[in-house]
Nanobody, 123 residues
Framework: QVQLVESGGGLVQTGDSLRLSCAAS????????MGWFRQAPGKEREFVAS????????YYADSVKGRFTISRDNAKNTVNLQMNSLKPEDTAVYSC????????????????WGQGTQVTVSS
């Protein structure tokens, strides 16, 4: 069982930056593809970004491409989401997820989920 704990959420203004982190309990973290998802009130959960097990391949939702960057540090069992130029529509609970696979295509389901961290962007 992989346990994931997110941190770094908060209240920011439009145009600000925020960095989310997700710490994983799994000692074989390097065997897992990782992803970030978000869910706004009254909306379905949506894919934000994902990264392959070695960090060589990344995927982004069109809505965040060019503004968000996903990265990972396998030595520290962490995955990060750098969010720049934040907009009110980025307001949501952000959750990280893990899947034991090399590839990080969002086509396939992620297996393990964190509890999420709230990001609120005021206009």
């Amino acid at each position: 069982q992989v346990q994931l704990v997110e941190s770094g959420g908060g209240l920011v203004q439009t145009g600000d930056s925020l960095r989310l982190s997700c710490a994983a309990s799994e000692r074989t973290f390097g065997s897992y593809a990782m992803g970030w998802f978000r869910q706004a009130p009254g909306k379905e959960r949506e894919f934000v970004a994902s990264i392959s097990w070695r960090g060589g391949t990344t995927y982004y939702a069109d809505s965040v491409k060019g503004r968000f960057t996903i990265s990972r540090d396998n030595a520290k069992n962490t995955v990060n989401l750098q969010m720049n130029s934040l907009k009110p529509e980025d307001t949501a609970v952000y959750s990280c997820a893990a899947r034991k696979s090399a590839g990080a295509s969002p086509t396939y389901e992620f297996t393990y989920w964190g509890q999420g961290t709230q990001v609120t962007v005021s206009s």
